[in-house]
């Protein structure tokens, strides 16, 4: 497979195109925002700068990488993919209009993947008439550097669309993990809670959110603290997914902390508004 079409253009969308296109991959990548594509072209060259600084990549490919990414508001490019790739905002009516749209315009045999953290994959491959070529492809962030991709099968997902699922992931030099669809997959069932629960030690007055993410990096030896991973994450985004997990499962455990729900609302959602668990506007 050499041509794919990724639909979504902001952090994870414009990681992934980074990296399907510097391993040779023709990619569109497809916005309804014609802003949102032209910020995805800066950060992936400023991204590719970075790696020729380091010498992890030489300027002629930095140069290759980008001229194989065009960018569209349609879904043009879909009609020639082998693998579409998904990686809007994690709103599930959202994902299924985007599927249905997908599923008539990517060929027959093409492969639909989405990037979703925690929707149902099995709820999404509904929405196609297709639901066999349908699996959960989820990257981490940020997905230049991080090496999972955990890939999820739905409930209907043909044994052949995981085996070439798992290649292709392969192929971009990540490591894919196969489980299977359940709410927030294993990555987001696991990392929640704890974030879940590093908000509300800071909510009721346990220690701050600097003395939380200390103990987390020093005693556990995270690289990250779970409330800095948070930030780095986006506040709304773990908000949604623990919604889905706490309605989902039913079990109250999962039931999102009111600070969280509170900084979400005041729009301090972390290092993309400037501010969430910690300041990050200097």
């Known amino acids: 497979m050499s041509r794919v ?105 093409a492969i639909l993947a989405t990037n979703t953290s925690s929707i149902s994959i099995t709820a999404i491959a509904a929405h196609t008439k297709n639901p066999g070529r349908v699996i959960g492809m989820h990257f981490m ?15 209907e997902t043909s044994d052949d669309t995981a085996r070439r699922t798992v290649a292709v992931a392969t192929a971009l030099g990540k490591t894919p993990v196969e489980v299977n669809d359940a709410p927030g997959f294993v990555s987001n069932r696991v990392l929640l809670p704890m974030i879940n629960e590093a908000a509300f030690c800071v909510m009721e007055g346990v220690a701050t959110p600097e003395a939380v993410d200390a103990v987390m990096k ?6 990250l603290g779970p409330l800095a991973l948070a930030d780095l994450i986006g506040l709304d985004v773990c908000l949604a997914i623990l919604e889905v997990l706490h309605r989902d499962l039913g079990d109250d455990k999962y039931r999102p902390c009111p600070l969280l729900r509170k900084l979400v609302a005041a729009g301090r959602l972390g290092r993309k508004s400037g501010r969430g668990f910690h300041v990050y506007r200097d």
Do not use: C
């Open 5 to 109: 079409a990724v639909i979504g253009a902001g952090t994870m969308g414009n990681g992934i195109a980074h990296v399907f296109a510097q391993h040779g991959w023709d990619t569109a990548l497809v916005d309804v925002s014609r802003d949102a594509l032209e910020r995805a072209r800066t950060t992936i060259a400023a991204n590719l700068d970075r790696q020729v600084k380091k010498g992890a990549l030489a300027a002629a490919d930095k140069d290759a990488t980008l001229g194989r990414i065009a960018v569209d508001t349609k879904l043009d490019g879909a009609a020639h993919a082998e693998l579409v790739v998904e990686a809007a905002t994690e709103n599930p009516e959202l994902k299924f209009r985007i599927f249905r749209d997908v599923d008539a315009a990517a060929p027959a045999g």
């Open 141 to 155: 962030n940020p997905v230049p550097v991080m090496p999972l991709v955990e890939v999820i099968r739905g409930l």
């Open 218 to 223: 020093l005693g556990m030896n995270h690289p």
